[in-house]
């Protein structure tokens, strides 16, 4: 299946952590491929999967504002 890419519509900071340091890495696409393995590309051109992030943030209203995940449980199936 191919990559879709997407760009925001409003920026987005994605955030990871070294050692002593955390970086933040201006996003300038969103890939998507076997429609569920997302990645970040950066304005650098990295592509930073999600195991490495440790928070994004959306720029809303010249705001930098935290972007939440929660997850939903499936129904349990008899």
Do not use: C
């Not at 969103?30 to 650098?44: F, K, Q, R």
């Not at 051109?45 to 939440?68: D, S, Y």
């Amino acid at each position: 299946m191919p990559t879709e890419f997407h760009q925001p519509i409003n920026p987005i900071r994605i955030w990871t952590k070294g050692t002593k340091y955390r970086f933040g890495h201006p996003v300038f696409a969103i890939a998507i491929s076997n429609s569920h393995d997302v990645e970040y590309l950066t304005i650098n051109g990295q592509f930073m999967p999600v195991e490495v992030i440790t928070h994004a943030e959306v720029l809303l209203n010249g705001q930098w504002t935290p972007l939440h995940t929660l997850e939903i449980p499936s129904p349990a199936t008899e």
